[in-house]
């Protein structure tokens, strides 16, 4: 039987990891290389690594630091942050990614997720969807000015056969105040994809709640190992109650 | 020394890493000299089957990597698109021919009523221990939405559960691959590489 995954997410600013609220005011929570040194020992199950600003300030990932994160990891790890090329890509995969996460050139252009799942296989790449609730609507947050609702986004990418998607809600970033339940509910219902529902994880309560409220099958956090005692491993031991299949 | 073959079709860090950890001597390499050298052969890879095979077969690999190891009796191991590529064809979009070393095919995973990719850490069911023991039963590493069909029941070397009997791992004489990623998989996949080489 399949696990259900914990992972925990790495943001990066280009210096150090920060941990934003509402994708803003990034606050520095340390050392990337350390982290994911200790996520390692603990036996997470998997790793998501952004560079949350590379896009923003039109710059590549540092390809050193990050090799020096996954020469850490003996468990599969995904980068994410300013990827618009194959070559980008290899580079990543090169150095011992796993899967790629992309956001900003998937909301420019569809045609490249395309391209860059015929040449690398839809299991290696990964879309970050961050989604803010505006009025009554779902939509895809990006600084580009692009409009876009959740459902269209999603269909494009469904298009293209994607191989997972990383579901943020902006609105619960940072906040700790439990999961947006109603959108990773909805999202679940229109992609067969596997999915990491991310953001308003701050107790246990909430995981339990997360996994036996929806189909979601992987949960990604970050606040919760920053700002509390709690590891992934006492999150599993809580699904572990609620009998949801953990890799203990 | 153990030859990873490099042929441009993604992670073979991960598998040097793993084996360094493990203390054991290996090259990322497509050079013909050393892959004849080498007392092991290793294939990773990931991505699509076609250009897996149009990969090796533009640096002559396909013929090199069969002389070494069904003539030559090479040890080998195969991971994950290095595995499927063993089979005699892949089937998306149209049949496509492999290296042919095991009978049967590789297929898309369709008709479940779980998620594809079948992607995360799933146990797996063993059913020749040669490399496996202490760690039946144990969850490894899997990404992948086509699975190898061997025509052949006797070459499964474990099996994993996903709607479907998924073949986890194949053993053929000197041959033995995994469809999931023992370099990805923590402690468990350690103990199978170690298994693997202190085992003749």
Redesign the interface.
């Known amino acids: 039987?399949?696990?259900?995954?914990v992972i925990p997410i790495l943001t990066f600013n280009g210096f150090g990891l920060v941990k934003t609220k509402k994708f803003s005011t990034p606050r520095m929570v340390g050392n990337p290389v350390q982290a994911a040194r200790v996520y390692n020992s603990r036996?997470v199950?998997?790793l998501v690594f952004l560079d949350i600003f590379a896009s923003e300030q039109k710059r590549k990932i540092n390809l050193k630091m990050v090799g020096e994160v996954?020469?850490e990891c003996?468990?599969?790890v995904a980068i994410g942050g300013g990827i618009e090329t194959i070559d980008d890509i290899n580079d990543l995969?090169?150095?011992?990614?796993?899967?790629v996460v992309i956001k900003t050139k998937a909301l420019k252009d569809a045609a490249f997720i395309k391209q860059a799942v015929?040449?690398?296989?839809?299991?290696?790449i990964t879309i970050a969807v961050d989604v803010e609730r505006r009025n009554e609507n779902y939509m895809i947050h990006n600084k580009l000015g692009i409009e876009r609702s959740l459902k269209e986004f999603v269909s494009q990418m469904e298009d293209c056969d994607v191989?997972?998607y990383v579901l943020t809600s902006v609105d619960r970033d940072g906040m700790m105040s439990g999961f947006d339940i109603e959108l990773v509910d909805r999202f679940m219902n229109t992609t067969?994809?596997?999915v990491i529902a991310v953001a308003g994880g701050g107790d246990m309560t909430h995981y339990g709640e997360l996994f036996t409220k929806t189909k979601v099958?992987?949960v990604g956090s970050a606040s919760i190992f920053h700002f509390t005692q709690y590891t992934p491993m006492d999150i599993k031991k809580e699904l572990l109650t609620h009998q949801v299949p953990v890799?203990i | 020394m153990v030859a990873i073959i490099d042929y441009g079709m993604?992670?073979?860090?991960?598998v040097q890493?793993?084996l360094n950890?493990l203390k054991i001597e290996s090259a990322i390499t497509s050079d013909p000299e050393l892959i004849e050298k080498s007392d092991v052969i290793i294939l990773p890879g990931?991505?699509?089957f076609l250009?897996g095979m149009k990969n090796l077969k533009s640096k002559g690999l396909d013929v090199l990597l069969t002389d070494q190891v069904l003539n030559k009796k090479k040890k080998f191991l195969g991971i994950c698109l290095g595995m499927q590529l063993l089979a005699e064809a892949g089937t998306e979009p149209n049949d496509n021919p492999g290296l042919g070393w095991i009978k049967g095919k590789v297929k898309k995973i369709e008709n479940i009523p779980?998620?594809?990719?079948?992607?995360?850490?799933?146990?797996i069911n063993v059913k020749i221990d040669k490399y496996y023991s202490q760690i039946n039963e144990k969850?490894f590493?899997f990404?992948?939405?086509y699975h190898f069909v061997p025509s052949n029941s006797e070459v499964i070397a474990a099996t994993t559960?996903?709607g479907i009997e998924i073949v986890a791992s194949i053993q053929q004489d000197n041959i033995f691959a995994t469809q999931f990623?023992p370099?990805?998989?923590?402690?468990a996949?350690?103990t199978l590489l170690r298994n693997f080489f202190n085992n003749a």
């Open positions: 039987m399949l696990k259900i995954r036996g199950d998997e996954i020469k003996y468990m599969p995969l090169k150095i011992g990614a796993d899967k015929a040449f690398f296989g839809s299991q290696c191989g997972e067969n994809k596997p099958e992987a890799r | 993604g992670n073979v860090a991960s890493k793993a950890f990931v991505g699509s250009q779980f998620r594809i990719p079948h992607m995360g850490w799933n146990n969850d590493y990404i992948h939405s559960n996903y990623h370099e990805k998989s923590q402690e996949g350690l």
